[in-house]
């Protein structure tokens, strides 16, 4: 079982809807990075939250660690949007930085 | 523009061919990091660089070699390539080692055939 499991794997939503996308870990973990792969390959970084929320724009990012989860929220969804959306951990005490396999998320017009 | 810049963009190799993927940050940052990504895989770590004039490995680096040349560049090299290394290679860079936000570079498809 990966250490950071993300659902869905594949979403795809109309514009304007809004979307929820969730990773959850099952290690201890002083961080977490949420991060945006364009269809072009490029990585952007969006968050890095390690409590609470994280709001930029559309985007919204929360973490639980009690429950070891985290969301990615996007209000009134765009097809500019359309990507893959990868949740990676820093493991406490490990400094090491472990990625889940990431959601493919499809905004069509 | 300030960010981190890789070459090349996509290479075609032979097996057992030898090739130096190029990575260089302008934004003065400390650790420097070679990732590839795999279909259905997250990314895992080859090779990272704390600080300059330290290299050490991640989860994957058997096949590869690091060289730390300076603060701005991290090169990565594969010294007799394998098909087993056809990947898209990103190299990142950030502030201090970890726990700080990543930049990426835009990637390099590699095929090694």
């Known amino acids: 079982k990966n250490e950071v499991e993300q659902s869905p794997q594949n979403l795809t939503a109309q514009e304007g809807e809004f979307i929820t996308i969730n990773c959850s870990y099952s290690v201890g973990i002083s961080a977490l990075h949420w991060l945006q792969q364009h269809p072009g390959g490029g990585i952007v970084s969006l968050f890095m939250l390690s409590s609470g929320k994280k709001k930029h724009g559309r985007l919204i990012a929360t973490i639980n660690i009690q429950e070891k989860h985290s969301s990615l929220h996007i209000t009134a969804s765009h097809p500019r949007d359309s990507a893959v959306y990868i949740c990676a951990v820093i493991l406490q005490g490990a400094q090491k930085l472990v990625f889940g396999q990431g959601t493919r998320l499809t905004i069509n017009p | ?113």
């Open chain 2, 1 to 113: 523009n300030a960010g981190v810049t890789q070459t090349p963009k996509f290479q075609v190799l032979k097996t057992g061919q030898s090739m130096t993927l190029q990575c260089a940050q302008d934004m003065n940052h400390n650790s420097m990091y070679w990732y590839r990504q795999d279909p259905g895989m997250g990314l895992r770590l080859i090779y990272y660089s704390a600080s300059e004039g330290t290299t050490d490995k991640g989860e994957v680096p058997n096949g590869y070699n690091v060289s730390r040349l300076n603060k701005r560049e991290f090169s990565l090299r594969l010294e007799s390539a394998a098909p087993s290394q056809t990947s898209v290679y990103f190299c990142a860079s950030s502030i201090e080692f970890v726990n700080y936000g990543y930049t990426f570079g835009s990637g390099t498809r590699l095929t090694v055939v």
